[in-house]
């Protein structure tokens, strides 16, 4: 069966909680250092899907391969058309260029739900990984924030990036 990216469903909760904690008790993109709960997670869920923006799975074979969402960059109204990215992908996906077809989809769901800008804050300045999937799928460095959280002893990065969607700043949004 092909790969398919699709709206988030209750019953793929197990394996987004599956796949995040492997990157929170394994990697640097989340400065998470506890593993949420499958409650918190769908309550997380719940939060974006309750403000009407994108929460996708990819899907291969019938197992749940990566998730991605976003949700306002902050909770000021001016920031209303603003925001941030998160993307993670189980480890049996990694390298296979289903990151790209995942966040490429999620653009689009932005999009569409009215975001003009998204914003990646990508932990670790080390993780080419997530730094290169942004890059490939149009989003530009913006900066660097030095040693801003400590993970697994040592003081991490974070990197910032983004990438305008439709008609961006050209415009006074309706």
Known sequence: MPLTIRPS???DIAAITAIYAHHVLHGTGTFETEPPSPADMASRRADVLGKNLPYLVAEENGE??????????KPRPAYRFSAEDSIYMSESARGKGLGAKLLAALSQAAEAAGVRKLIAVIGDSANAGSIGVHRGQGFTHVGVLKDCGWKFGEW???VLMEKVLGEGS????E
């Open 9 to 11: 469903r209750d019953e």
């Open 64 to 73: 749940v391969l990566g998730f991605a969402y976003c949700n306002w960059f």
């Open 156 to 158: 991490r990065d974070v």
């Open 170 to 173: 050209t415009t006074r949004p």
